[in-house]
């Protein structure tokens, strides 16, 4: 891959106040703006110690690190390409995000994403034309016990928040303000 330029922005400001201290977060997005692609331009996405999730392009694979006789499985195709992945700590899952996520359950048959939004291997969330979410981060966190849960930050037509979500019952729950709110109070010196 040849490099042409290197394109950093800063795109949201936050400011908050804890006690008598104020700290400003910025957040700074970056990207390598190639000028030509080559024809096996994998990305890795996430490794745990049984598997290994790339993208090339707009695919998604699951690979299988301790069975080299097993095939790797096609996950799904993401517009934009994907932007993240995680594969949970206690390895029953993973999910792969960008525009829209899916939830991928890390047990036998391992059946590649279909056409259909979901079936008993797979859930697909967020991708529809008019409801599209843009998931640009994923993570777990040891505050939850129990590792059926991750967090992700989306921007969807509400604006941009942090979330957490259910793996089991795919229950969502929003856990922050909209980074609009942020900025103007940060402006305003609320």
Not at 107 to 122: D, L, R, T, W
Request: net charge negative; proline share 2%; with cysteine.
């Amino acid at each position: 891959m040849y490099l042409k330029n290197i394109f950093c922005s800063i795109y949201a400001c936050k400011l908050r106040t804890f006690g008598t201290k104020s700290c400003v977060y910025l957040r700074v997005a970056c990207y390598v703006k190639p000028t030509h692609y080559d024809i096996s331009m994998i990305r890795y996405l996430a490794e745990s110690v049984n598997y290994k999730v790339t993208s090339e392009y707009e695919s998604v694979t699951l690979h299988f690190k301790s069975n080299n006789l097993k095939k790797s499985v096609y996950i799904g195709h993401f517009y934009g390409d994907p932007d993240c992945a995680i594969i949970s700590r206690d390895e029953k899952y993973l999910v792969v995000a960008g525009c829209g996520l899916i939830i991928y359950k890390l047990v036998e048959p391992f059946n590649e994403v279909g056409v259909a939004k979901s079936s008993h291997q797979y859930s697909e969330f967020f991708n529809d034309a008019n409801n599209i979410w843009w998931v640009n981060g994923l993570h777990q966190t040891d505050i939850d016990s129990d590792w059926k849960y991750f967090r992700f930050v989306a921007a969807n037509k509400e604006g941009e928040f942090i979330y957490k979500m259910d793996t089991e019952d795919f229950s969502i729950e929003k856990i922050s303000s909209p980074v609009d709110n942020i900025q103007t109070n940060a402006k305003d010196g609320h």
